[in-house]
């Protein structure tokens, strides 16, 4: 689904830990694996790159480069300045197809005031994101890790709920799928949560059916190029807990998600669906950024 993968990592993300699983990352098709960290220049009056920490930095790092896979171009890449322009110059100068980096947890407030490298990011990037807990890679053993690494893309569950948006979100993954390597995404989980209209007056499922019917079509075109669609699901209630109780109990690898509007000035003051599981997921967020 994704060969060319870009591991961001500022060493309390824990993502520095796949450093020591790149024979396993390359197991989801990958063909280049790089893993990249931003070293602050040095302050005063003239900033200067601070040589012995770009350095540790990289013998951190250099595990990425024993025992590589053959056909597969692993690289260690060490920066200094500001991280998420980096990030972004870097990206697009490997010609990179998905930048994975950690995602901090931060309450909504403190994001809107000091927005994270990896809000920042997404925010500007042009290319597939996806984000992972600290607190998730800090705990796993390494033989958890091991499988983590080679189910990256495995199982995806996406929400979908007939917009535009969620219709853009299922041709990105359908277009990245056609040719994926065997070992990539297998399955796909598709839920759409309705409103609980309960208190209108109206029959509880007047909106499930249709919701239903059309899942249903878009299945069949996940199924038309190989793809496992676990039972359409559609529920009521508030899209965010239904989504997170979704991916508790579906098993996924990940949740894919798009968005009509991050970045934009009104996403300060109206949290959108995209930016609010990316505040509250535990599990990985990937993301597809809007048509540009």
């Not at 996406?158 to 399955?187: C, F, H, M, W």
Request: overall charge neutral; charged content about 25%.
């Amino acid at each position: 689904m994704f060969q060319r993968l870009l591991f961001c990592t500022d060493f309390s993300d824990g993502v520095h830990r796949l450093a020591s699983f790149v024979p396993h990352l390359a197991k989801t098709g990958a063909k280049q694996i790089v893993f990249f960290h931003v070293v602050p220049l040095d302050g005063g009056t003239i900033p200067r790159i601070d040589q012995a920490s770009v350095d540790r930095a990289r013998e951190r790092l250099s595990v990425a480069q024993q025992n590589v896979p053959e056909g597969v171009d692993v690289k260690v890449q060490i920066e200094s300045g500001r991280p998420s322009d980096l990030i972004l110059q870097t990206a697009g100068n490997l010609e990179t197809d998905l930048i994975i980096l950690g995602m901090p947890f931060r309450g909504r407030i403190t994001e809107k005031l000091f927005s994270s490298t990896a809000m920042r990011v997404c925010e500007r990037t042009t290319i597939p994101l996806m984000t992972l807990r600290p607190q998730l890679l800090s705990t796993y053993t390494s033989e958890e890790l091991e499988l983590r690494c080679q189910h990256l893309f495995r199982h995806l569950l996406i929400p979908y709920d007939g917009s535009e948006t969620s219709k853009y979100l299922v041709e990105q993954i359908k277009r990245r799928a056609v040719d994926r390597p065997v070992n990539s995404l297998q399955r796909c989980h598709l839920c759409w949560v309705v409103e609980d209209v309960t208190r209108r007056g109206l029959p509880k499922d007047y909106q499930v059916e249709p919701a239903r019917k059309e899942l249903a079509g878009v299945k069949a075109e996940l199924e038309s190029i190989g793809l496992r669609v676990e039972p359409i699901e559609v529920r009521q209630g508030d899209p965010i807990v239904e989504i997170l109780d979704v991916a508790q109990m579906a098993d996924v690898s990940a949740i894919a998600v798009t968005s009509g509007s991050m970045g934009r000035f009104q996403e300060l003051s109206i949290p959108s669906f995209t930016r609010e599981l990316l505040h509250r997921s535990w599990h990985p967020i990937l993301y597809f950024p809007p048509g540009r």
